[in-house]
């Protein structure tokens, strides 16, 4: 580490603290779910065994028995905790989720950093190793996702991490890899592929002692037992997850009921999400890697799990997030690579200077979009009734139900609110404090009869202002009223 202090005019210290500040505040904000999966098969499954969720409104995975319980359980160790204090406030929960995420992301990058900074040697470099790793726009807003594929990777990066930091007196350390790798399979099957592919560089690259491998093995079954006994407790009998999962998604391709997308639907949906022409540098460095390190760890472990995603039909760019934490060093090798074998003062050269500087500046606003904007606005909305309206009360809606999204949200909801259409017959059902809400996503739509005011909206008065090209019109903005059966004081 002083080696690195020496070269590098970037102190480490200062970019741990401003990281872990920024993924904390990431944390606290960004409230709700990058996709659905994250919400419905954790917290609703959760919510089912802490009897917030009715059975049948669980997705068809929870009765194929298809899912690993492991997060599910967490989440209920945790509710159940936080129930010791008092009656549980479902979104404190899920933001102490997010920050304890947080926490496990931030280990696994200070990690994945310490194992490769001293193998960086050209100056620029190192900075821009050190702030890739720590402050990379899209890498921070997944951190903080309780989700599958957040955790699996990180816990395989931590295992990976270990395992090039490892002091060869220490042979106890590969039981804990091999427990952080079991934890990540058991977290999310299709981490098994990082784990093979590193464990077969292992055996045939690095030559491992037995001794290791063994204890490695042996922390790999301690996870996946624990892994079977949670699903025990979780789906009330003996089952294997794993095996349910590959029987229905693969063997049965449930999952290209989902939508199949082609061979380079990866290559082209990273191009835009990454925001080009920054995006290039992405895809580019992943086939340099393949290329030009054949034998390097990273290329034996990340290339099967791409292969393997890239060969099934149904694609999502969120089931590569598991190897996001490997894309700084991967960035870093590749232009060594090209410094080494083509161009050395590729890095002088006004025009890349030009393109670095945009691109984190670039960065910079992308990371600060993301900390404080929220994943999904509309858990805001449950947040809104949840603590404001703790007595019996109806919420009537026009159109569409607030708390349908792919499935019913029970998780944010309390068990005495009750939900029904409002249509021209319906008449309205007032609580003994004579009131009931009215939600919709039209403002248009809402002509009561009864004394009303707006509560929430998802966004303020004055961006209405702005409504140019009636924006708004196209985006999921919501409109709650609290209804009074009987004119309220103030009122003349």
């Given amino acids: 580490m002083q080696l690195f202090r020496k070269f590098s005019p970037v102190k480490p210290g200062s970019v741990y603290l401003f990281s872990g500040i920024v993924l904390f505040l990431t944390a606290l904000l960004s409230v709700g779910y990058y996709h659905p999966d994250e ?71 200070w990690l994945i950093y310490q194992a490769y900074a001293k193998d960086v040697k050209i100056d620029i470099l190192k900075n821009w190793f050190l702030l890739l790793s720590f402050f990379l726009w899209f890498a921070i807003s997944n951190n903080v996702r309780y989700s599958s594929e957040t955790w699996s990777g990180n816990l395989f990066i931590m295992a990976y991490a270990l395992m090039l930091m490892e002091n060869r007196s220490d042979k106890w350390i590969y039981l804990l890899t091999g427990l952080l790798f079991g934890l990540s399979f058991i977290v999310r099957y299709q981490a098994g592929f990082l784990v093979a592919g590193l464990i077969l560089w292992s055996v045939f690259v690095k030559k491992e002692r037995f001794i290791s491998l063994f204890l490695m093995f042996l922390g790999i079954l301690i996870a996946v037992g624990l892994g079977i006994l949670s699903d025990r407790w979780f789906y009330g009998e003996w089952t294997l997850t794993a095996w349910n ?70 694609k999502e760019t969120r089931f590569l997030f598991p190897i996001v934490g490997f894309l700084p060093i991967i ?47 509309q858990v805001n909305l449950y947040k809104k009734i949840f603590q404001e309206y703790s007595t019996p009360t109806t919420l009537y809606f026009i159109n569409e139900d607030p708390y349908y999204r792919a499935k019913k949200i029970g998780f944010y909801k309390r068990q005495n609110l009750t939900i029904q259409k409002l249509d021209s017959n ?51 903005c919501w409109y709650l009223y609290e209804v009074r059966e009987e004119p309220m004081k103030n009122e003349k």
Wanted: charged fraction near 15%; glycine fraction near 6%.
């Fill in 245 to 314: 999962y590959l029987e229905q998604n693969i063997l049965l391709d449930k999952m290209s009921g989902f939508g199949t997308q082609p061979w380079w639907f990866y290559i082209t949906d990273v191009f835009i999400r990454g925001i080009p022409p920054f995006s290039l540098v992405y895809i580019f460095s992943f086939l340099i890697l393949f290329l030009f390190h054949r034998k390097d760890p990273l290329t034996w472990t990340i290339l099967p799990f791409v292969v393997l995603h890239f060969f099934l039909g149904h």
């Fill in 39 to 109: 919400h419905f098969q954790i917290l609703e499954f959760a919510g089912y065994k802490l009897n917030l969720t009715d059975k049948i409104n669980l997705p068809w995975e929870f009765y194929r028995q298809m899912r690993p319980s492991i997060q599910p359980v967490l989440v209920i160790i945790v509710y159940k905790i936080f129930g010791l204090f008092g009656m549980v406030n479902p979104f404190i929960v899920a933001t102490f989720l997010r920050i304890l995420t947080a926490g496990i992301s931030f280990i696994s990058m």
């Fill in 426 to 476: 319906n008449e309205m059902t007032f609580n003994s404090k004579g009131l009931c809400l009215v939600a919709a996503k039209n403002k248009k739509l809402i002509n009561l009869r009864h004394p009303s005011k707006l509560i929430y909206t998802t966004y303020p008065d004055w961006i209405y202002h702005f409504n140019l090209n009636h924006w708004m019109e196209r985006t999921k």
């Fill in 331 to 377: 960035i870093v090798k590749s232009i060594e690579t090209i410094c080494d074998k083509w161009k050395p003062g590729i890095l002088e050269i006004s025009g890349i200077k030009l393109f670095a500087a945009t691109f984190w500046i670039t960065n910079l606003l992308l990371l600060f979009y993301g900390t404080v904007n929220p994943a999904d606005g």
